[in-house]
């Protein structure tokens, strides 16, 4: 599966995050054979959760997959690049390949504010392919808060 496809597949699940008014964003994992094994999407808003976030979600579920904390060979696809919290999560799962759809000038850190998943202090870096179907991605998340402002 191309960076394109898995793309797609995430947002699929960014689509779904707004059956609960939550934020379009989602996250795909596949594991080193190229199989899906986990999702998620945005739960903030359905769960009352601050760390709500797709990323965490897949990451929860991928680990729950494999049976171990360690998420080595898999990709995590998302729709937007990461925030601080997840990307220290991909680093503390060892994930070595993140591939995102929009860049986040305001909160990103996988190169857009910092780059928390590339930082050489710490004990493990995350290859890193973004602006993959970026329009589209930042398209979902354009609409989504342009229909909010306008309540």
Known sequence: MDDSELMALALEEARAALRTQDVPVGA????????????GRNIRE???DPTGHAEIVAIRRAAQALGQWRLEGCTLAVTLEP???CAGAMVLARLPVLVFGAFDPKAGAAGS?????RDPRLNHRVQVRGGVREQECGDELRAFF???RAR
């Open 146 to 148: 342009r229909q909010r």
């Open 46 to 48: 359905a769960d009352g």
């Open 113 to 117: 504010v910092t780059d928390v998943v």
């Open 28 to 39: 795909v994992v596949l594991d080193g054979a190229g199989r899906v094994i986990a999702t």
């Open 83 to 85: 925030c601080t919290m």
